[in-house]
């Protein structure tokens, strides 16, 4: 019998003072408990415990052995026990005792002197042990269960105690791959700390490792969460955690490994139908995840290809997932933002019927409504088809389609509560409120509440700014402020106060701003104003500048693919192209617009293309044409006739007179064209001295310069790129035009070839056609 810390809590007279009744009775208690200790249990132990425990002087700790002892001879000790915690209420082996006694017929009874008995002895494994039992087999709560547990853990380091909190114990019914109780508790650190410890013991148990992965991925710690889980399939292949794996790779945004696994899990398991939907289902949220991220218009039509066939393999097995028409449903609201041809393109199954925006967004409607009458209760379902009704307004212009989609808003605003999540559901009904022909008030009053909600709402701030905008109010400019200071990348907002920037006669900062909205995210809208911006400039005599103009241009010609056949956007895209040096894709921009105002501009591309426009050229490209029909001996000679400034720097370059060189480029660096001077120097052959080199270096900006002279300086010279190099954040500026990369790689042949020599005409043959720009 283990005696409890507070067995011999009643006080309890010294050797000195003890009477005689006292020490015949401390006698008696001390045989009992040898007897007790031996498993003696006879007739003269039961008379004994008898005559002490009925004693009219006896006291708790006399009642309390005599009914350990009746409880040993397998008779009732109750009446012993009720007289025992009577004269000790502090005594919490009676209670204890009782508790055990009355847990087949009072559990709730058993359960209150359980508890009272661990709280006057909260580090007694026994008792804590006996509690967590009955807890368990009356299905407690593992927030009931967890403090007790807890407490003893602190002194005790027993295998069930340890077991007991990394996992709910086998007296739980129906319960297969049970979470620990810190798990059930999100008391993760905890979690983690008892399931190392059991994994160290028994690192062959894969549930306990699925458990330590489950603990380390809801903690945050997802790259351990992955080894866990890769060393639960290093031992069993086959094991369902895959699923998981993939879950947190995406997580990790480790797309291409997530998809390795997503294609294992299929090769292995062709006929598990309904898990391979669910794999299938976190492919195509993976696809989506990387259509977020490119750009290009071919990168976008592979994804977007993909997730369609992976979602007619879901959708023909009408899976009850709710999740699985809302991703048709985002997939199709994604198509219906480009032409005709990108859509035809995507090899859509032919029983959906989508062939243009106006299909895909009625489509993506139906999905989304399918996805709701699955679960009417979900705020973000409500959300999606209004959505896609307003998209539908917009193709079809019909304001019962905003009506709707303000009903479906003003229902999710109900069910939500979030903060958040109901200032966007009001920014939303914004919208549709004022396509439905709202009044302004109404249209102001859902802006306000929005922001009341949630004050970095950038969407709502830039709708705001809009709004002021068109009503002629001085907040407009810092609302717009604002909205760019919480959501820097937001394309339209950067277009909107670019178009503020306009009317405010400041063209510059306008031009500046489209600028931005282009980088972040290419769109129409975007693209038509900075045509507009350049063409201003232009014709106000300032000359376009590649350095100022758009770096990164492939992603731009992508927004031609949400643009229809026939649309003016095209030949502003068509302009931008011809002007960044992309003339093969300005030619068929320009010949996809189909407007005479893009015949000008056509032919001044096909002009600068060698490519055939008549005898006779349109007014104002006389001097192209002509210029097209020079030899490059003529065209040199004009250009050392007419601009005085080539002549010399070409004589300086040849002679190597770097101090000159330096002279001439600080006198006349803006009216210099580095592409000019690259074109020359690779044409008629001239020698690249290096001190010239270095002067270059030194007296035009990086950015400029080494997309030309792309030079091996000694290791004490530092040529601008090193700090650039080590910024992980920020990539050196290039040249933007195509055809001055193209004299980049030529020049950067001719110097590996021979850096300070004359060419040969067997070194001249291994080169490309200099000519062929």
């Known amino acids: ?365 139906f999905y989304y409504l399918a996805a709701l009458k699955i679960n009417r209760n979900s705020v973000l379902s409500w959300y999606d088809l209004a959505i896609a009704l307003l998209r539908q307004f917009k193709l079809e212009n019909n304001k019962e389609f905003a009506e709707k989609s303000a009903l479906c808003l003003k229902t999710a605003i109900g069910m939500s509560k979030n903060s958040a999540e109901k200032s966007k559901l009001w920014t939303v009904l914004f919208e549709a409120l004022r396509y439905s022909g709202n009044s302004d008030a109404v249209q102001h009053h859902c802006l306000c509440r929005a922001l009341q909600l949630n004050k970095k709402n950038a969407a709502a701030l830039v709708r705001l700014a809009i709004f002021y905008f068109v009503h002629n109010k001085p907040q407009s400019h810092q609302c717009f402020e604002r909205a760019l200071t919480f959501d820097p990348y937001n394309s339209p907002a950067w277009c909107a106060w ?45 000359p376009f500048d590649m350095l100022t103009g758009i770096q990164d241009f492939p992603s731009i010609l992508a927004v031609r693919d949400i643009i229809d056949p026939g649309d003016l956007t095209l030949v502003h895209l068509g302009v931008l192209a011809d002007l960044h040096g992309y003339y093969e894709e300005a030619v068929e921009l320009l010949e996809a617009a189909q407007n005479t105002v893009s015949d000008i501009h056509l032919k001044r591309v096909k002009i600068k293309l060698g490519l055939n426009i008549g005898p006779q050229p349109p007014k104002g490209l006389g001097k192209l044409f002509k210029w097209s029909e020079m030899p490059i001996e003529m065209l040199n000679y004009e250009l050392q006739t007419n601009k005085q400034i080539y002549p010399d720097v070409f004589d300086y370059l040849m002679t190597g007179d770097a101090e000159k060189l330096k002279e001439k480029f600080v006198m006349h660096y803006k009216k210099l064209c580095m592409p000019l001077i690259v074109a020359e120097n690779i044409v008629f052959q001239r020698p690249l001295p290096d001190n010239c080199v270095l002067v270059l270096h030194d007296l035009v900006p990086r950015h400029e310069l080494i997309d030309f002279f792309p030079t091996l300086l000694p290791a004490n010279i530092d040529n601008g790129l090193r700090c650039v190099e080590k910024d992980e954040v920020e990539k050196p500026f290039r040249y933007s035009h195509r055809y001055a990369k193209k004299l980049v790689e030529l020049l950067a042949e001719r110097r590996r070839i021979i850096p300070n020599k004359e060419m040969t005409e067997m070194q001249l043959d291994d080169l490309s056609d200099p000519y062929d720009l």
């Open 1 to 365: 019998m283990a005696d409890s810390p507070s067995d011999t809590k009643a006080d309890e007279p010294s050797e000195d003072v003890a009477s005689p009744e006292d020490k015949a009775r401390k006698l008696k208690r001390e045989s009992l408990s040898r007897a007790l200790a031996e498993s003696r249990i006879d007739e003269d132990v039961l008379k004994l415990a008898d005559e002490l425990g009925n004693a009219q002087d006896a006291k708790c700790e006399d009642k309390l052995i005599a009914a350990e002892v009746k409880i040993a001879a397998k008779q009732s000790p109750l009446q012993l026990l009720v007289e025992a915690g009577k004269l000790d209420v502090h005594c919490d082996r009676a209670f204890f005792l009782l508790g055990k006694l009355l847990k087949a017929k009072n559990p709730a009874k058993a359960k209150a002197l359980f508890e009272r008995s661990v709280k006057l002895a909260p580090s007694n494994a026994e008792y804590v042990r006996e509690l967590d039992d009955l807890l368990v087999s009356k299905g407690a709560s593992a927030l009931e269960r967890l403090p007790y547990l807890e407490t003893l853990s602190e002194v005790h380091r027993a295998e069930w105690l340890t077991e007991r909190l990394a996992r709910f114990d086998h007296f739980l019914k129906n319960e297969k791959d049970i979470l620990s109780l810190y798990l059930a508790t999100s008391n993760y650190i905890k979690a983690i700390n008892k399931l190392q410890l059991l994994t160290t013991q028994n690192p062959n148990c894969m549930q306990r490792w699925g458990l330590l992965a489950y603990a380390y991925q809801q903690n945050g710690h997802l790259k351990a969460a992955a080894e866990s889980y890769k060393k639960i399939l290093t031992a069993d292949p086959d094991s369902h955690h895959a699923i998981s794996l993939i879950r947190v790779l995406m997580l990790l945004k480790d797309y291409e490994k997530a998809l390795e696994q997503c294609a294992i899990w299929k090769e292995k398991r062709q006929n598990h139908s309904e898990a391979n939907i669910v794999v299938d289902l976190l492919e195509i949220q993976i696809n989506a995840k990387q259509y977020a991220g490119v750009k290009s218009a071919g990168e976008k039509q592979l994804i977007l290809k993909n997730i369609f066939r992976l979602l007619w393999n879901v959708i023909s097995e009408k899976p009850p997932y709710s999740l699985a028409y809302k991703l048709a449903g985002d997939a199709l609201l994604k198509a219906s933002v480009f032409n005709a041809g990108f859509i035809k393109s995507l090899e859509m199954n032919p029983s959906w019927d989508v062939t243009c925006r106006v299909s895909a967004a009625r489509q993506a409607s």
């Open 498 to 542: 670019a178009e503020h920037a306009r009317q405010n006669n400041a063209f510059y900062e306008a031009e500046s701003l489209t600028r931005q909205a282009l980088t972040f995210k290419p769109n129409s809208l975007a693209v038509r104003l900075f045509c507009i911006y350049t063409i201003y400039n232009i014709h106000n005599g300032k």
